[in-house]
């Protein structure tokens, strides 16, 4: 079984940056993507943006490329979403995800693990 624990959210202003950290624990060597995704009130889970574990490939969704950035930190089994030029659109509940299998897909469907979430709310 694999825990993960999202935190860095809050409440900002347009404009400004947050950073997002993602701590995975337990059978960590079945992980080979992480995954940001979102979830607005109403809305279905919409994919941010994933990570390769071992070899650092990335893909963004083109709603937050250029203002987002993921990383990770092997050492720390964190992975990081950098997120700068904040939108009102942007809020919503932020939730990493695990992916055992290879492959940068979009799918929520396509995860196999799951974060409690962190709130990020934009204000205008």
């Known amino acids: 079984q694999v825990q993960l624990v999202e935190s860095g959210g809050g409440l900002v202003q347009a404009g400004d940056s947050l950073r997002l950290s993602c701590v995975a624990s337990?059978?960590?060597?079945?992980?080979?993507?992480m995954g940001w995704f979102r979830q607005a009130p109403g809305k279905e889970r919409e994919f941010i943006a994933a990570?390769?574990?071992?070899?650092?490939?990335?893909y963004y969704a083109d709603s937050v490329k250029g203002r987002f950035t993921i990383s990770r930190d092997n050492a720390k089994n964190t992975v990081y979403l950098q997120m700068n030029s904040l939108k009102p659109e942007d809020t919503a509940v932020y939730y990493c995800g695990i992916r055992k299998i290879l492959g940068l897909t979009v799918s929520p469907d396509d995860y196999d693990y799951w974060g409690q979430g962190t709130q990020v709310t934009v204000s205008s």
């Open positions: 990570i390769n574990w071992t070899y650092g490939a990335t």
């Open positions: 337990g059978r960590t060597s079945s992980r080979n993507v």
